[in-house]
């Protein structure tokens, strides 16, 4: 990236600036990453990924802050994160308190039969589950411990858990939530007899006054829970999201990864992608447009084509940032066997195999 050099900048305006760069909040990060964040809301009309972006935010904004509204007295009355903190954790933040599987309903979960070998040879770990994949856990026999859900989504959400199987093994799961989740979802969990945790998403700094995640915690500090909920860089789904609780509140390693695609197939007809029509909305319908924010890759370590959209690409850059910031004794495996979620640098943490070598070496570990 070319470097950014202003030579007709006074030295009293540097002042201005630099005093302006610790008030917010960014005094030892990189110049870069503060005028990132001054130019957040500006967006190019050339880039498509950008105009989703824009789209996206003024789109859900309303809904988030309506489903907040709705579930405040049941984040007030009920528990957050902290709670599910083990002791050891508390004691030693270094602890590494063994495995752990994060779930995902990715493509390649249904072609590799992976939750199929799961039930089968079984797991002693701990197993979490986004909410789209929780169902298909529970068809196959397998029970996780925990479910994921972080989409506001009125309608599609609730789904996920609208089913006989979730009221019979409810009570044995818990379910981590999205400050912004659905009310009818935590209606619907309650009614499964499901116990449910809370978690802010973390959407921009919260040290800012004017923070959006600030005012959250604020507005979800009880006398139990002074500093309101915790918050999470979830990374904005809930495959990150699972990855972040297992390693990050769990002190669980290594975290394998099994559906987490970040992407399709590459014979995937675009109209059956998951994000289809959040783009052809963003985008006002410019199927040509469309078709161009999509992209293929060969995933070398699976040895297979795939896909990704803009939306897909975003969550795959935030969660390998993410990588890039766990402690040295946080492994992180993927064992989808494709998908998108790969990469060539070396720096970032992340480790490839198969499901059955991740089972048959965490049952000898």
């Not at 957040?40 to 990924?49: G, P, R, V």
């Not at 070998?117 to 079984?122: D, F, I, N, V």
């Not at 309101?228 to 390693?247: D, S």
Request: with cysteine; net charge negative; charged share 25%.
């Amino acid at each position: 990236m070319p470097k950014l050099i202003a030579e007709d900048v006074d030295e009293p305006t540097f002042r201005k600036m630099v005093k302006l760069k610790d008030q917010q909040g960014y005094t030892s990060k990189p110049w870069g990453e503060w005028f990132q964040s001054l130019f957040k809301e500006m967006y190019l009309n050339d880039s498509s990924e950008e105009m989703i972006q824009k789209s996206t935010r003024e789109n859900l904004l309303k809904t988030w802050c309506e489903n907040f509204g709705e579930n405040l007295s049941s984040i007030k009355q009920g528990d957050t994160i902290a709670a599910l903190v083990p002791e050891e954790a508390k004691k030693d933040p270094f602890c590494v308190l063994g495995p752990a599987l994060v779930v995902g309903r990715g493509p390649s979960i249904f072609r590799n039969k992976h939750l199929e070998l799961l039930a089968e040879k079984g797991f002693k770990g701990t197993v979490i589950a986004t909410d789209g994949a929780l169902l298909e856990c529970l068809r196959r026999g397998v029970v996780p411990q925990y479910v994921v859900s972080v989409d506001g989504n009125r309608e599609k959400i609730v789904q996920w858990y609208d089913d006989p199987l979730v009221d019979r093994h409810g009570s044995r799961i818990t379910a981590i939530l999205c400050c912004m989740v659905a009310h009818n979802v935590v209606e619907r969990i309650e009614k499964a007899g499901m116990p449910y945790c809370w978690f802010n998403p973390q959407f921009d700094d919260w040290r800012k006054n004017d923070s959006f995640t600030r005012i959250q915690m604020l507005m979800t500090a009880t006398e139990r829970h002074p500093n309101g909920c915790p918050n999470v860089g979830c990374g904005g789904n809930a495959g990150t999201t699972a990855w972040v609780f297992a390693w990050a509140l769990l002190r669980r390693s290594p975290v394998g990864l099994i559906g987490i695609d970040m992407g399709y197939y590459a014979d995937t007809p675009l109209e059956e992608t998951a994000y289809y029509r959040q783009l052809m909305a963003g985008t006002k319908g410019d199927a040509g447009l469309v078709s161009q924010a999509y992209s293929k890759m060969f995933n070398p370590y699976f040895n297979v084509e795939v896909m990704i959209d803009p939306v897909f690409k975003q969550y795959r850059a935030s969660w390998l940032r993410l990588l890039k910031e766990t402690p040295p004794m946080i492994r992180t495996v993927n064992c989808s066997e494709g998908g998108c979620f790969f990469t060539d640098d070396r720096s970032v943490p992340l480790e490839y195999m198969k499901l059955s070598e991740f089972l048959d070496g965490c049952v000898e570990g």
